[in-house]
């Protein structure tokens, strides 16, 4: 089975610190996808990546960014916390070419204070 | 622009009985279409994945069907348990390179025990 583990289940953090938000596939998926999920707005895509060090913008990038080093690992980044970024976090990885969907992690829910 | 509408956005009923869970598309230019649960404040679990040219997909009590042309797919649940109680997400993948997909924003069920 795939397996996408997220590095914090709940995160809470102060406003204006910088926050690392780790995700890992040990499946050898080629896209990785990292999603925020608030009520009444359903799940909005932020980054995705097709390869490694590749990335790009999703529906919603501002105030982020990513790092893909590795094929199985994908970091998103606030690089200076706000209130209106506490949400849901939910990665994601798929094979590609759409033979199997998309893989989802637990999410981390992250409260900036 | 695709867009992913999943009517009712909530829905009670009683154990035991059989329901329909509804999701449309605008574009039926989609590689495939899936279906997700995701129990509160967890992530997301897929349930079935339908191609483009399939017509349905069944898993246990579950069955998805696809109606391409008129941009509608059914998630159907047989003899509905209190476990059931879940919201239900359906995503559709865009006829493109990229392996993006297009989130309705669920519809979150009740079994009455």
């Known amino acids: 089975d795939v397996k996408v583990t997220q590095s914090s289940r709940y995160l809470v953090k102060r406003t204006g610190e910088k926050v690392f938000l780790e995700c890992v596939q040990d499946m050898d998926h080629e896209n990785m996808f990292w999603y925020r999920q608030d009520p009444g707005l359903g799940l909005r895509l932020i980054y995705f990546s097709y390869d490694v060090k590749m990335k790009e913008k999703g529906d919603i990038p501002e105030g982020y960014s990513v790092s893909r080093e590795k094929k199985e690992r994908f970091s998103l980044i606030l690089e200076s916390a706000s209130t209106n970024q506490t949400s849901m976090y939910l990665c994601?990885?798929?094979?590609?070419?759409?033979?199997?969907?998309?893989?989802f992690g637990p999410g981390t829910r992250l409260t900036v204070t | 622009k695709q867009e992913v509408t999943q009517i009712p956005a909530a829905l009670s009923v009683p154990e035991g009985e059989n329901l329909v869970l509804n999701c449309s598309f605008t574009d039926s230019a989609i590689y495939n279409l899936q279906w997700f649960r995701q129990d509160p404040g967890k992530g997301l679990t897929s349930l079935l994945l339908?191609?483009?040219?399939?017509r349905e997909q069944t898993s246990g009590r579950l069955n998805a069907s696809l109606d391409k042309s008129s941009g509608r797919s059914t998630l159907y649940i047989a003899a509905s348990q209190p476990g059931d109680s879940a919201t239900y997400l359906c995503a559709v993948r865009r006829m493109n390179r990229d392996d993006k997909i297009i989130f309705g924003k669920g519809t979150r069920l009740h079994i009455l025990p």
């Open positions: 339908i191609q483009s040219s399939q």
């Open positions: 994601a990885s798929s094979l590609g070419a759409g033979i199997q969907g998309q893989y």
